[in-house]
């Protein structure tokens, strides 16, 4: 696909994309979910439905959200065990 063949469809979807992704971008900061399993589930399943479909915004849309809920797991493992930001103690 190049950039001359974006339809008003491509981007709408990319649009829709876009908007439904940065919507992680505050779990991230919060770095507290739950159900990671059911979630990392679904968006690989919609990765494989985007590679069938050959849809690149789908596929991107996706894999961003699943880098996204890779920091989050990684901010998980690593205040369980301890090396999260030092608390600070009150005056």
Same mark, same amino acid.
């Given at each position: &696909?190049? #950039? %001359?063949?974006?339809?008003?469809?491509? #981007? +709408?979807?990319?649009?829709?994309?876009?908007?439904?992704?940065?919507?992680? =971008? *505050?779990?991230?900061?919060?770095?507290?979910?739950?159900? !990671?399993?059911?979630?990392?589930?679904?968006?690989? !399943?919609? &990765? +494989?439905?985007?590679? &069938?479909?050959?849809?690149? +915004? =789908? =596929?991107? %849309?996706?894999?961003?959200?699943?880098?996204?809920?890779?920091? =989050?797991?990684? #901010?998980? +493992?690593?205040?369980? @065990?301890?090396?999260?930001? *030092? @608390?600070?103690?009150?005056?």
């Amino acid at each position: &696909m190049t #950039f %001359a063949d974006v339809t008003l469809e491509t #981007f +709408v979807g990319g649009a829709a994309a876009l908007c439904t992704t940065a919507s992680y =971008i *505050p779990q991230l900061r919060k770095c507290w979910t739950t159900g !990671l399993l059911l979630l990392t589930c679904g968006l690989g !399943l919609w &990765m +494989v439905y985007g590679l &069938m479909r050959g849809d690149v +915004v =789908i =596929i991107l %849309a996706n894999g961003v959200s699943l880098a996204l809920l890779g920091c =989050i797991l990684y #901010f998980k +493992v690593r205040e369980s @065990h301890g090396r999260g930001a *030092p @608390h600070r103690q009150k005056a």
